[in-house]
């Protein structure tokens, strides 16, 4: 059973800054993208930001210039370093990665537990 946790979320004051991290768990042969997603009250979850195996990154309008995503040398770890953080960046905020567990089976996609962050103004 692979598992992703999350850690790192908490209350700040707006202008601040939250590092989230994301370790994953359990028998994996590869992953080919870590991402974070986020969901506020009321509204759908979305995209922030995304990496690939050979170190691509993207994010979404709302969080370019303030969010970096990263994924150290150990594998299976993704952090997002949030800089500048707003009240509308308050939100559950989800790690998913796509894995494969050997080599001929099909990439999977996981989910963390999520984490809450919570901006005051």
């Known amino acids: 059973q692979v598992r992703l946790v999350e850690s790192g979320g908490g209350l700040v004051q707006a202008g601040g800054s939250l590092r989230l991290s994301c370790v994953a768990s359990?028998?994996?042969?590869?992953?080919?993208?870590m991402r974070w997603y986020r969901q506020a009250p009321g509204k759908q979850r979305e995209l922030v930001a995304s990496i690939t195996s050979d170190g691509s990154t993207d994010y979404t309008d709302s969080v370019k210039g303030r969010f970096t995503i990263s994924s150290p040398n150990a594998k299976y770890t993704v952090f997002l370093q949030m800089n500048s953080l707003e009240p509308e960046d308050t939100a559950v905020y989800y790690c998913?990665?796509?894995?494969?567990?050997?080599?001929?089976?099909?990439?999977?996609?996981?989910w963390g537990q999520g984490t809450l962050v919570t901006v005051s103004s």
């Open positions: 359990g028998i994996i042969f590869s992953t080919n993208v």
């Open positions: 998913n990665a796509r894995i494969r567990r050997t080599y001929a089976a099909a990439y999977v996609e996981v």
